[in-house]
């Protein structure tokens, strides 16, 4: 009987070490979702500051 606890033992120890795998997996999954986030923000506030010089470049030549 002890040869099928055995087995039982390694068998836990590989679900536990996929489960470990999963849980790292998860954890790089929300840092890349953070980093994409804040990439998108950053890209979306240098739009709007280009976007806000060429509005004033063109406001200017308007009133020139």
Same mark, same amino acid.
């Given at each position: 009987?002890?040869?099928?606890?055995?087995?039982?033992?390694? +068998?836990?120890?590989?679900?536990?070490?996929?489960?470990?795998?999963?849980?790292?997996?998860?954890?790089? =999954? %929300? &840092?890349? $979702?953070?980093?994409? +986030?804040?990439l998108a923000?950053?890209?979306?506030?240098?739009?709007?500051?280009?976007l806000g010089?060429? =509005? %004033? &470049?063109? $406001?200017?030549?308007? +009133?020139?």
């Amino acid at each position: 009987m002890e040869g099928g606890s055995g087995l039982g033992d390694e +068998r836990g120890q590989m679900a536990d070490s996929q489960l470990a795998e999963v849980r790292n997996m998860r954890v790089l =999954l %929300e &840092e890349a $979702r953070v980093l994409a +986030r804040n990439l998108a923000y950053h890209r979306r506030a240098r739009l709007e500051a280009v976007l806000g010089q060429a =509005l %004033e &470049e063109l $406001r200017s030549e308007g +009133r020139g």
